[in-house]
């Protein structure tokens, strides 16, 4: 299923109990977004995503997921602790040190034609 479809699915669940403005849902499904993008942290992405307006609350709420005792998160969450509190020589360091965590995201040689 589809990230913002199962979003969606989410929100028409919890309609029934509650009410949850169209305000907050949108702030909800920005730092669910968030997530995903948080796991992407090599070059500049990592900077791009610090000056996001939602990112302290993405980040924050990564933190809570590393705490919960979710593995997956553990190590990103305590990359992005020091990364937030590191010097600008240093996030460059460390961003530049990341490796690909997908195979999706690796570039290809291409074989030149002759």
């Keep these: ?5 199962a979003c969606d699915l989410i929100f028409k669940e919890q309609q ?4 949850i403005s169209r305000r907050l849902v949108q702030g909800i499904r920005e730092i669910w977004a968030l997530q995903m993008r948080l796991t992407r942290r090599i070059g500049k992405r990592a900077a791009q ?3 996001h307006p939602r990112f302290r609350a993405a980040f924050d709420f990564l933190v809570l997921r590393a705490a919960s005792g979710e593995k997956a998160v553990k190590e990103k969450a305590k990359w992005w ?6 010097t600008d020589e240093t996030k ?8 690909s ?4 995201y690796s570039r290809r040689k291409r074989k030149r034609k002759v």
Excluded: H
Excluded at 16 to 19: F, R, Y
Excluded at 81 to 86: I, K, N, P
């Design 1 to 5: 299923m589809p990230f913002f479809e």
């Design 16 to 19: 029934g109990n509650i009410a």
């Design 49 to 51: 995503l610090t000056v």
């Design 81 to 86: 602790q020091e990364y937030v509190g590191a």
């Design 92 to 99: 460059i360091l460390m961003a530049n040190s990341v490796k």
């Design 101 to 104: 965590e997908s195979p999706r």
